[in-house]
């Protein structure tokens, strides 16, 4: 009987331990605004090639959600503010949409949140007051079909629900939307879901560059900004951004309710007066949000407390409104080329520039998986050699490189071609877990090896880095280190509990 009862004991702080180490997680935002973009299981292909994760949807579009089925993509899917009076105004309509939109792809399709309503306090159709109720009829039908644990609602919001951001600690809600936020609070709180918003230092800066300096903006600021109620120290603005709302939160008395951040990211490229946005300042905003997100450093008046973020935005959405920067927020063209590099590991050292040291051995290679399937590998080529800018003639017949004609050997030549011509960072080599790194000439194929001499030499040799990363051990180390601990304890009850029935 003890040891049963260590064992549910054991079972609940391993599940509990999970949660807490899972850290943040950093997801892309797949806007669709755009009438060049690839078609949904092209867009499908890509994410999985870059290791992305989590990805959020602005509709709940059926193509989309077959293209991500079985891929392990997690989804956060959406109803748009014009759904917003079907939905609050009768049950039967989001029933309805739940059996004949969502469930036939759910779960292969693996749905995690449904966003009701799109910063609404920002549409010029006043469906504010429409929000809520449609928010609990979402919840009802998912209660009907016992999934409202696995997919959380919520809605999102721009920074204008604040009255006040600044200083953070001064964080207050616009008091004109009470009559929907209060009672959105409460549901919240209810059911364990994030407050959703979307950040962006980058129109903070460009709208007042005299009082915001662009390194603050970045995460680049060597000096610090201090809360003068609190004392707290900001280093960057989505830190303060993210406080403001937490003490927002807090002046109403909603402690527990988490943020998360749905959207936030630097466009690549704006007009004559938007100067800051450049590949430069995008791949430098992205690659310190990622590396202070999955890091788990929190914020100020939350340190340690784990934040989701959303990129925005997976694509160039060439029809979208307003000033050149709304039309450059991609992180990959309508091609499907990449406008910067970025790692979603947030553990390379990305981008070029920043790369510094050789590895203690050398050179570096990038070949196929042995664990690789065909039809995997056959799709990384096919992205390597197309999307991916590598010239593969040489792999053709009769040329140098086709013997030995097998595809492991190609995709091993257009991996190290890519890998090479792209900064040889650990993300140029993960084509979907599928291409492995090594630093042992791989001698079976003179084609490798003549690539990364051949081409450049130069650039080769300075861009070889990553043999080893950080040693300091983060939270998810710590973490994984006492999750196999217990799995140990775990398995050691599991049987003594055997030997006891027998
Ligand atoms: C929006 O509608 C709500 C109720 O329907 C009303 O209380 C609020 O004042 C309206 N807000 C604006 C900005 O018109
Ligand atoms: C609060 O919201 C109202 C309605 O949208 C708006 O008119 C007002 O300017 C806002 N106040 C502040 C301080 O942002
Ligand atoms: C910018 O700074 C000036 C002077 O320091 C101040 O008057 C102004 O209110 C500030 N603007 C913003 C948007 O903070
Ligand atoms: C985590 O981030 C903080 C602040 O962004 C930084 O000071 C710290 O060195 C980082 N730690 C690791 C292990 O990267
Ligand atoms: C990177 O390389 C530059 C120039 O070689 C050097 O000045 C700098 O100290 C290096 N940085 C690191 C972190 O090794
Ligand atoms: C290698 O770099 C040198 C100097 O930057 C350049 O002249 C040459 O064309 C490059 N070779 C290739 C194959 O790109
Ligand atoms: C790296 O590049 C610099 C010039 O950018 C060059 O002087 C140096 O020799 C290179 N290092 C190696 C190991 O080739
Ligand atoms: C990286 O590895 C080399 C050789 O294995 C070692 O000498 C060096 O201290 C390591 N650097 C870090 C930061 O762990």
Redesign the pocket.
């Known amino acids: 009987m003890a040891s049963r009862f260590k064992l549910v004991f054991a079972v609940c702080f391993l599940l509990l331990l999970l949660d807490f180490c899972r850290g943040g997680i950093v997801g892309v935002c797949y806007g669709r605004n755009a009438d060049d973009l690839p078609t949904p299981d092209k867009v499908a292909e890509l994410v999985k090639l870059h290791n992305i994760k989590y990805l959020r949807l602005y509709d709940s579009n059926i193509q989309v959600l077959k293209a991500f089925a079985n891929t392990g993509v997690e989804l956060m899917i959406a109803v748009p503010n014009s759904d917003l009076l079907a939905f609050s105004q009768f049950q039967s309509n989001v029933d309805s949409w739940l059996k004949n939109s969502i469930l036939p792809y759910y779960p292969a399709a693996k749905i995690t949140y449904i966003t009701v309503g799109l910063e609404v306090t920002d549409n010029p159709d ?4 429409l929000v809520v109720p449609a928010m609990k009829n979402v919840l009802t039908a998912l209660k009907k079909v016992g999934l409202h644990k696995r997919i959380k609602v919520s809605s999102t919001h721009s920074l204008g629900v604040l009255s006040r951001s600044f200083p953070p600690s001064a964080g207050a809600f616009n008091s ?1 939307h009470a ?2 936020l209060k009672p959105m609070l409460e549901f919240l709180a209810e059911n364990q879901s994030p407050f959703m918003i979307d950040l962006y230092p980058y129109y903070a800066y460009r709208d007042s560059p005299n009082n915001v300096s662009l390194d603050y903006a970045l995460f680049e600021s060597s000096s610090e900004v201090i809360d003068p109620n609190t004392g707290l120290l900001y280093t960057n603005m989505f830190d303060a951004q993210i406080d403001s709302l937490y003490f927002a939160l807090m002046a109403l008395n909603f402690r527990t309710i988490k943020v998360m951040v749905t959207e936030t990211g630097w466009p690549s490229k704006g007009s004559l007066n938007e100067k800051a946005a450049t590949p430069d300042n995008a791949q430098t905003y992205n690659m310190n949000l990622i590396r202070h997100v999955i890091n788990d450093s929190g914020t100020p008046a939350k340190p340690g407390e784990e934040l989701d973020v959303y990129i925005f935005s997976l694509f160039n959405e060439n029809r979208k409104p307003g000033l050149e920067s709304e039309r450059n927020w991609g992180l990959f063209y309508p091609d499907q080329t990449s406008v910067y590099n970025l790692d979603f590991t947030g553990k390379a050292a990305v981008g070029i520039s920043s790369l510094n040291g050789t590895s203690s051995s050398g050179t570096t290679w990038c070949i196929a998986s042995s664990k690789a399937s065909e039809s995997e590998l056959q799709n990384a080529v096919d992205w390597a050699c197309g999307p991916g800018n590598v010239d593969c003639s040489a792999i053709q017949p009769s040329q140098p490189c086709f013997e030995p004609d097998n595809l492991a050997s190609h995709a091993s030549f257009a991996f190290n071609s890519y890998y090479q011509q792209n900064g040889a960072t650990d993300v140029a080599c993960s084509f979907g877990g599928n291409g492995i790194k090594v630093d042992k000439d791989p001698s079976y194929d003179n084609c490798i090896y003549l690539t990364t001499k051949g081409i450049n030499k130069t650039m080769t040799s300075n861009t070889t880095a990553m043999a080893n990363s950080t040693s300091s051990s983060t939270r998810s180390e710590v973490c994984a280190w006492i999750a196999s601990y217990f799995l140990t304890t775990l398995m050691t009850i599991v049987m003594n509990l055997g030997n006891a029935a027998f």
Do not use: L, R, W
Not at 126 to 129: D, F, G, H, M, P
């Open positions: 006043n469906v504010s007051a004109s009559y929907f």
